[in-house]
């Protein structure tokens, strides 16, 4: 038994980078040759691996394939279960496409271990042999590049949106002047400012500024909510306490497309994260 190949599947929105809950499923011509030459498929976490199982060597299997049966390239759909996927990745917010990958179209890894596929996009229609339900990708394995390469690695960005907070007062709890701290020391809240709610409630907003933060599934908190009450008035004396020590991360559903001052004061449009936190 030999490897034909192992495809890597990235994706930073998922823990560890383990993109596990993909996918990998043959067009019909790629399974009748998968079949017919006992060729095997399997999933090893997030990669996937297609196994020869013939009493010779990968080179001369390849050769035969491609000179006998004049078989240039072994096809896959990259299925994805989660509808929410175009959301926490990073494409555009109405992309309704397709990603095309081809193993003739790579770049070398950081390590040089693995090719790393390079990305374009089509839409659904223009597909030859049409579209596959949940489908996010094609991906072609011509066979002079099992030849050569039998390691590849595909790698996707979560999606970056600027977080805004919004904290609504329904306790006993008063803020005098609240801050948001990045346990970090890497972001920049905006000073909070308060607001009234259309229910007549008291509420303090506060949003990233120039900072885009990525979606997590797992994320890990880093922001608190800090409060400091000064006792005099010109600010000597004070007390700093935490109000909410993890502020929460926002999901993926939670997504607006708001309008930003740049630095030349003209207003453009930047996907944001809204969260509402009560105390």
Request: hydrophobic fraction near 35%; proline fraction near 4%.
């Amino acid at each position: 038994m030999f490897t034909l190949f192992r495809l890597t599947l990235e994706h930073s929105y998922f823990a560890d980078n383990q993109w596990r809950n993909a996918q990998l499923q043959a067009s019909p011509s790629t399974q009748h040759w998968l079949n017919r030459y006992q060729m095997s498929l399997h999933q090893e976490d997030s990669s996937w691996c297609l196994y020869g199982n013939q009493n010779t060597s990968k080179d001369d299997f390849l050769h035969y394939l491609s000179h006998n049966q004049e078989v240039a390239a072994l096809e896959f759909w990259i299925l994805q279960p989660l509808s929410e996927f175009v959301t926490f990745t990073d494409l555009p917010m109405d992309w309704k496409g397709i990603l095309l990958l081809d193993s003739s179209k790579t770049a070398p890894s950081s390590d040089g271990q693995e090719a790393v596929l390079l990305t374009s996009s089509a839409s659904q229609g223009a597909l030859q042999g049409g579209f596959v339900k949940q489908a996010i990708a094609k991906v072609v394995f011509n066979i002079s590049d099992l030849m050569r390469t039998e390691h590849y690695r595909l790698s996707l960005l979560a999606r970056s949106t600027q977080w805004v907070y919004h904290f609504i007062q329904r306790g006993q709890t008063r803020l005098s002047h609240p801050q948001l701290i990045d346990k970090l020391n890497e972001v920049s809240f905006s000073k909070p400012h308060a607001y009234t709610t259309q229910d007549g409630e008291v509420a303090w907003l506060s949003d990233s500024k120039e900072f885009n933060l990525p979606l997590k599934q797992v994320p890990e908190p880093r922001f608190e909510l800090v409060d400091t009450q000064h006792l005099d008035k010109v600010g000597e004396h004070y007390i700093k306490r935490t109000v909410i020590s993890a502020l929460p991360a926002p999901r993926c559903d939670q997504l607006f497309l708001g309008t930003q001052q740049d630095f030349n004061e003209m207003s453009s449009m930047r996907v944001q994260s809204h969260m509402y936190v009560y105390f």
